[in-house]
């Protein structure tokens, strides 16, 4: 079997950043994706649009041309394809890793079609699979969902939006422009400090309007089929509800981090170990890239922040200086 210097796990932006890196270098690798072509994104909203600014979702400087100055879903999944088929990377795409190992001088990554070795393992996995749970009765149901598409499927539906960030604001907002009947259970005392500007504005009116009801300092208690028990600071509320949008957030795989042995800060936030300067980890050839850095820290690190990620491991890979 050939060893190859790097295997990718993710074929995200930040992972497709890093084989584009690896092929100028003149490395052998291949990025092992489970989904589709940066499947993350993929799973956004239909009508997700990005906080950024098309430059600064750019990869290798090849230039991302949309029709505002912000790109929405469809036009990022336009451009991350178009780079992956153009510079013909090597992606192999619904090949999820099942398992990591190490001898002394390489590594055995196993996917749910084949078996790879490398010198250099690079992961690059986000953290938008593996949503925050409420563990709470009903959670389990089918009307209940972690991740939110297209606003028609709710048209004329009682939804209930349980969070306060972006994805949590988009789906309010356009469920109820599509004729749902929302309400928002939010935690804290009010919206999110992180939503987009220039849909905060639009979020605090409805909701001072009474067009979408709210809940502040709340909670969801139990999820039964036809009803929503929510517990605020006058008691319990029982409110009638046909589906439950719970957009709590997401977070890394550590399953992965963990069993190649990689380290963890010891407090919640579980940052994983690695240098700053390098991306390496604790384990020697295993390097981190993009948001899966921050550990629960989702917000800490976009695309935009994380592109340089890529020449900084390929170099300390070549022994280069950056």
Not at 10 to 37: N, T
């Amino acid at each position: 079997m050939k060893i190859l210097d790097i295997v990718i796990i993710g074929g995200g932006p930040i992972g497709i950043a890093c084989g584009l890196e690896a092929q100028k270098k003149g490395l052998s690798y291949v990025i092992l994706e489970k989904g589709p072509i940066v499947n993350s994104v993929y799973n956004y909203p239909v009508n997700m649009q990005f906080f950024s600014s098309s430059e600064k979702l750019e990869i290798d400087e090849i230039p991302f041309i949309s029709k505002e100055n912000k790109p929405r879903r469809s036009e990022a999944l336009e451009y991350y394809r178009r780079i992956a088929s153009s510079n013909k990377l090597n992606i192999k795409l619904f090949e999820k890793v099942t398992s990591v190992s190490k001898t002394e001088n390489e590594f055995t990554v196993v996917s749910e079609k084949n078996t790879y070795k490398s010198v250099n393992i690079i992961i690059a996995t986000g953290f938008y699979d593996i949503p925050n749970t409420l563990d709470i009765p009903g959670e389990d149901l089918p009307k209940v969902s972690h991740y939110y598409n297209d606003p028609h499927f709710y048209s004329g539906q009682k939804v209930v939006v349980i969070g306060a960030s972006n994805s949590s604001v988009d789906a309010a907002l356009e469920c109820y422009r599509k004729g749902a009947e929302v309400t928002m259970v939010i935690r804290g005392a009010e919206v999110g400090e992180r939503v987009k500007y220039w849909v905060k504005p639009d979020i605090i009116n409805r909701l001072k309007e009474g067009s979408i009801d709210v809940f502040y300092n709340a909670n969801v208690k139990e999820i039964s089929k036809d009803s929503v028990v929510i517990k605020t600071a006058n008691g319990e509320e029982t409110l009638a509800n046909d589906f439950v949008l719970a957009l709590t957030g997401y977070k890394p795989n550590f399953n992965l981090l963990n069993e190649i042995g990689v380290g963890f800060s010891a407090d919640k936030r579980k940052i994983p170990t690695y240098n700053e300067a390098t991306m390496e980890t604790n384990i020697d050839g295993v390097y981190l890239a993009g948001v899966i850095c921050g550990g629960m820290d989702t917000h800490k690190w976009f695309i935009e922040n994380s592109r340089i990620h890529a020449k900084m491991i390929i170099s300390n890979v070549l022994k280069e200086s950056v």
